[in-house]
């Protein structure tokens, strides 16, 4: 039977169930079939869901890398299961992994690329390769309830002009956030009606938001940009949807033993789980910096019993549900056991941040810690509470771990 790829995009299809309906309704018509994320936005959804070893969620590769991968290992038809928030933002999806995945060199008619979006029920027939038409049609009549939806000739959304480049967002909404990279770098204008922004950037700087509003403080945690090519997403919460169980066994790291611990800090949770999926040292005490990335890390963490200390400002950009004026108290909900929300005046979570990475772990991002984690984390959480001096204005603790 034909071997199939498939593609899971974004928490929205893996909380509504409807990924775990396309696996068994495929995997029950014979094919045989390999499912893999695509970006990290969807991990803990998988998680919470108990499909990790359904999913492939171990590498944190681009829904374009992962198109690369499978062709790679010769899967060469793949269907790409998404839930946008509209028809118009779908369809832009399917349109940039495609062009990303043009990029990279690789040739998209060696691919058969069927996209099923929940959202509307509607299935975008991308690509198809001579000789699977057949393999098409099983998959219209499995997937009878979707409308076949012809897509839009690809256009290109990125151009140059005057040195400086313009790369057009698609299938905005007034009021969302525009994340590059897991980095908020700015707000959609309530005033913007064609559902449209466009991001201007020189010498790999942003500079601009045409129809939007850049967040100028978040743009120092990112590195030299390249329009062309980035990630970019639009969203007034990560996460749209809840998911209807929580199942926490079998989660990275479970039964396996290792010998060093370690803590490391975070400016953003594009790292995180790289970080908690190393197989030589366990994450024991992560430290972040910024209300939003405290928040995302606080929920993933928890998760993984791994203890954090938060250093927040409280100029939460409301990405996370529940997270909306960024009171101290709103983040209850978000810390493992044994953590600690430190509260700092406002703009100098950074600066914080900064004399923390500088001298407790050295400049780098990670250090090892020696002798007992209960031990080195009380250390850690005094020094963070020292450096931050006359800036400090609360702290928040949650309940403490379980004695083991």
Request: aromatic share 6%; hydrophobic share 40%.
């Given at each position: 039977m034909t071997r199939l790829g498939l593609l899971v995009h974004g928490p929205e299809a893996v909380d509504e169930g409807e990924v775990e309906r396309a696996v068994e309704t495929l995997k029950g018509h014979g094919f045989e079939l390999e499912a893999a994320l695509g970006g990290i936005t969807g991990k803990t959804a998988v998680i919470d869901a108990g499909l990790?070893?359904?999913i492939d969620i171990t590498r944190d590769l681009r829904p374009s890398e992962v198109l690369g991968d499978f062709l790679s290992r010769g899967i060469d038809f793949v269907i790409?299961?998404?839930?946008?928030?509209?028809?118009?933002?779908?369809?832009?999806?399917?349109?940039?992994?495609?062009?990303?995945?043009?990029?990279?060199?690789?040739?998209?008619?060696?691919?058969?690329?069927?996209?099923?979006?929940?959202?509307?029920?509607?299935?975008?027939?991308?690509?198809?390769?001579?000789?699977?038409?057949?393999v098409y049609r099983e998959l219209r009549e499995l997937f009878s309830?979707?409308?076949?939806?012809?897509?839009?000739?690809?256009?290109?959304?990125?151009?140059?002009?005057?040195?400086?480049?313009?790369?057009?967002?698609?299938?905005?909404?007034?009021?969302?956030?525009?994340?590059?990279?897991?980095?908020?770098?700015?707000?959609?204008s309530p005033e913007c009606r064609n559902s449209c922004v466009t991001l201007i950037a020189k010498e790999g700087k942003l500079v601009g938001l045409e129809g939007g509003v850049l967040i100028e403080h978040n743009l120092a945690k990112l590195p030299p940009v390249d329009l062309e090519k980035e990630l970019i997403k639009s969203a007034c919460v990560i996460r749209r949807t809840a998911p209807k169980r929580v199942e926490y066994e079998g989660t990275f790291g479970k039964g396996k033993e290792k010998r060093k611990k370690k803590?490391?800090?975070?400016?953003?949770?594009?790292?995180?789980?790289?970080?908690?999926?190393?197989?030589?040292?366990?994450?024991?005490?992560?430290?972040?910096?910024?209300?939003?990335?405290?928040?995302?890390?606080?929920?993933?963490?928890?998760?993984?019993?791994?203890?954090?200390?938060?250093?927040?400002?409280?100029?939460?950009d409301g990405l996370i549900m529940g997270i909306e004026r960024g009171d101290l108290e709103e983040y209850t909900n978000f810390l493992p056991k044994g953590s600690m929300i430190i509260r700092l005046q406002p703009e100098t979570d950074d600066m914080i941040g900064e004399r923390v990475k500088a001298a407790i772990f050295n400049g780098r991002d990670e250090l090892e810690l020696s002798g007992e984690v209960d031990q080195q984390f009380e250390m850690i959480k005094r020094r963070i509470l020292e450096l931050a001096g006359e800036k400090l204005v609360g702290v928040l603790c949650s309940e403490p771990r379980d004695t083991e």
């Open positions: 990790q070893h359904e790409l299961v998404n839930h946008a928030k509209t028809e118009e933002s779908g369809l832009r999806l399917g349109e940039g992994i495609l062009g990303n995945f043009a990029r990279t060199g690789r040739r998209p008619e060696a691919l058969s690329f069927v996209q099923l979006e929940y959202c509307n029920q509607r299935c975008i027939r991308w690509l198809l390769k001579p000789g699977d038409m057949d309830a979707f409308t076949e939806l012809v897509p839009p000739k690809p256009e290109s959304h990125y151009r140059r002009s005057a040195g400086l480049e313009y790369r057009e967002i698609q299938g905005v909404q007034p009021g969302e956030k525009i994340v590059l990279d897991g980095v908020i770098i700015g707000t959609v803590a490391c800090i975070l400016y953003t949770v594009e790292k995180l789980f790289p970080k908690l999926e190393e197989p030589d040292a366990a994450v024991a005490i992560v430290v972040t910096v910024g209300d939003d990335t405290t928040s995302i890390a606080g929920d993933i963490l928890k998760r993984f019993g791994v203890r954090l200390i938060g250093l927040t400002d409280g100029d939460a």
